[in-house]
């Protein structure tokens, strides 16, 4: 396989793996937090789809959609706080817009050569990956992190283990 074909496999299966860690959550379980401070499910699943998007676009402008309007603004840091369910979408469209960020991900993936790969990535992500293909390696890296989050609210929700 070829690092391209790697990375478009890690990026699938880490979007199946949030999908069956959150696929029995509730839109009331989406606002759980684990502890006082920590975030909860709904906000860090679309903190996830406008990180992804922002990453990608900003190697290749326009590679991914726009979120619906009003969708970015929901998922900033000064939002993190909010518990209001009336605030955020439900987990059924948080999860088909990162699922859709996550497809158009895997077609910009697959359209990059090595050469791409091999390119310098944009200044603000340099200190994260150095180059595109480390950025595009960052984005199931991210899921996974934030997946394990979600592991943990399972627990406080006494869900089963998954894992």
């Known amino acids: 396989m070829t690092q391209i074909e790697n990375t478009v496999n890690l990026l699938s299966r880490s979007l199946e793996t949030l999908k069956m860690t959150l696929a029995d959550f509730s ?6 937090r684990p ?25 290749q402008p326009g590679a991914l959609p726009a979120a619906p309007a009003g969708f970015a603004e929901k998922f900033k840091k000064e939002t993190a706080s909010v518990d209001d369910p009336k605030f955020f ?13 996550r497809a ?30 480390l950025m595009l390696l960052m984005m199931p890296s991210h899921v996974m992190m934030h997946t394990g989050q979600f592991q943990v609210i399972r627990r406080k929700l006494g869900k089963p283990m998954l894992f």
Do not use: Y
């Not at 839109?27 to 759980?32: E, Q, R």
């Not at 979408?89 to 960020?101: I, M, N, R």
């Open 27 to 32: 839109d009331a379980d989406m606002l759980v």
């Open 89 to 101: 979408p439900g987990k059924a469209e948080l999860v088909d817009a990162f699922s859709t960020a």
């Open 35 to 59: 502890c006082p401070g920590a975030n909860h499910a709904a906000w860090q699943l679309g903190h996830l789809t406008n990180a992804e998007t922002g990453m990608v676009n900003a190697v």
């Open 104 to 133: 158009a991900t895997i077609a910009w993936a697959q359209s990059l050569s090595q050469a791409d790969l091999d390119r310098p990535a944009p200044e603000k992500f340099l200190r994260f990956a150095p180059t595109v293909g």
